[in-house]
């Protein structure tokens, strides 16, 4: 059986910075399963792939393909499978990625076969071996899937994230002078836990697996880390620094196994200042940069993120850094109650912090999330415009400025931070004419 992993390629105009640029970890999970069965399997990653998409499916002729993609991706996934039933109406479609698991219903498209929306290694697993033999879906946990004319939806299996296996990296390999950081080329991808324990009101990922955290052991992860040719890692949980007595086993088999490695972590500001003591023990380790989610630099505005912190935690997690070694990038949000003044308090309050490196986001309502009903008739774009939920458009109108002006103060902030990144070693041109090209692009009203 050959099978066809597909990641769809971004039409974000932020995407062509191409400062920053990951491997698809999701599809080197599923080749792994592939790997596992003795299928055989492709990867089209529509961020480094210069062959034309339909063109793949046309010479390599697949029995299954394989979407997945974030919210942004919904209609391009759809397109995609367009094209593959196009081509071929026996091949199956199967498609999954985080939007599905809380959206499964907005794949209910008459050119996908199977929705994956939980537990999708193991969904996928059992989809392979059932695809060619008349199965009964009913019998196939996690999965959606159609039967005269109508969608089922099947329960789940809870995930056993000790029980996954390594992502097969072959295509982070071939490509691995695509695959960067903000500077850190060579950037390589390790998940450790699934879920978060927390619930901010912008974000998913307190709904993804079911509401629950749960944690790899670290002695596995650390093998894994151990077997990685790159030396450069960002680890992509949630928030790493949720655990403290996993934080110093981390630190104890990296410095025991004498493995030399450049960590990126994401680490909330309270839990920065809840570590203080350990955070040189995690510097000896190798991580040299928290990415952490500052959102806001009053109080008032993180209460309404339902942030659960305070301006002065925000502050003092920063000098923390600092004291440590540790390079900082803050993660802001912009809400659609700014004016003039919040614009203003937060460019001083970034000058202020001297954070190495920062990024900003526009308040986006994602369907899914607790909450998303309070906004829903505030949309000022169709609600399937997915493509907007790349938290640098507005999807809902702006309260005390006009749009435009709204767009020109939020990319003043992003002009502000990116005219220092020479001390990146970037390229700064291209990437402020793309910055223009993006406040442009995103005034344009349709």
């Not at 995690?282 to 505005?301: M, Q």
């Not at 202020?352 to 949309?379: A, H, Q, W």
């Amino acid at each position: 059986m050959r099978v066809l992993l597909v990641r769809p390629k971004p039409r974000n105009l932020f995407a062509r910075l191409k400062t920053v640029r990951f491997e698809p970890l999701e599809l080197e999970y599923l080749a792994a399963i592939v790997n596992e069965l003795g299928f055989q399997y492709k990867i089209y990653d529509g961020m480094v792939e210069k062959q034309a998409f339909p063109r793949l499916v046309k010479s390599y002729r697949p029995h299954v393909v394989a979407i997945t993609g974030y919210s942004i991706h919904v209609n391009l996934i759809k397109e995609y499978a367009e094209t593959v039933k196009a081509f071929d109406p026996e091949i199956k479609v199967v498609v999954g990625g985080i939007h599905a698991e809380l959206n499964w219903q907005d794949f209910y498209d008459p050119n996908i076969d199977i929705i994956v929306h939980s537990n999708p290694l193991h969904a996928f697993r059992d989809v392979l071996l059932n695809v060619d033999t008349a199965a009964n879906w009913h019998e196939v946990k996690n999965i959606c899937f159609k039967e005269k004319g109508r969608w089922v939806k099947n329960g789940g299996q809870e995930l056993d994230v000790n029980a996954l296996p390594f992502p097969d990296r072959t295509h982070l390999q071939k490509y691995k002078e695509q695959f960067r950081y903000f500077g850190k080329e060579e950037c390589a991808l390790v998940k450790t836990a699934w879920g978060c324990p927390y619930n901010c009101n912008f974000c998913y990922c307190g709904c993804l697996n079911g509401g629950k955290h749960e944690a790899r052991d670290i002695n596995k992860v650390v093998e894994e880390i151990e077997e990685m040719e790159q030396e450069k890692i960002f680890i992509i949980d949630d928030d790493f620094l949720v655990d403290r007595s996993r934080l110093l086993n981390f630190c104890r088999l990296i410095t025991e196994k004498k493995i030399k490695k450049d960590f990126s972590i994401y680490g909330r500001a309270d839990l920065i200042c809840a570590n203080r003591d350990i955070l040189a023990q995690l510097r000896a380790a190798g991580v040299s940069e928290i990415i952490v989610g500052l959102e806001a630099v009053d109080d008032e505005t993180l209460n309404y993120y339902h942030k659960k912190t305070s301006s002065e935690v925000n502050f003092r997690a920063v000098e923390c850094l600092k004291e440590n070694d540790i390079k900082s990038c803050g993660l802001f949000i912009v809400n659609e109650d700014f004016d003039l003044d919040d614009f203003k308090r937060l460019r001083a309050a970034v000058k202020k912090m001297e954070l190495d490196l920062c990024m900003f986001s526009i308040f986006t309502p994602l369907k899914g999330v607790p909450g998303y009903e309070n906004y829903r008739e505030k949309l000022i774009v169709p609600e399937d415009k997915y493509e907007n939920n790349d938290f640098l458009h507005l999807n809902i109108k702006p309260a005390k400025m006009g749009i435009c002006r709204y767009y020109f103060e939020f990319y003043k902030l992003y002009f502000m931070a990116y005219t220092d990144l020479r001390r990146l070693r970037l390229n700064i041109k291209p990437i402020m004419k793309s910055l223009f090209n993006l406040l442009v692009e995103t005034v344009k009203l349709k």
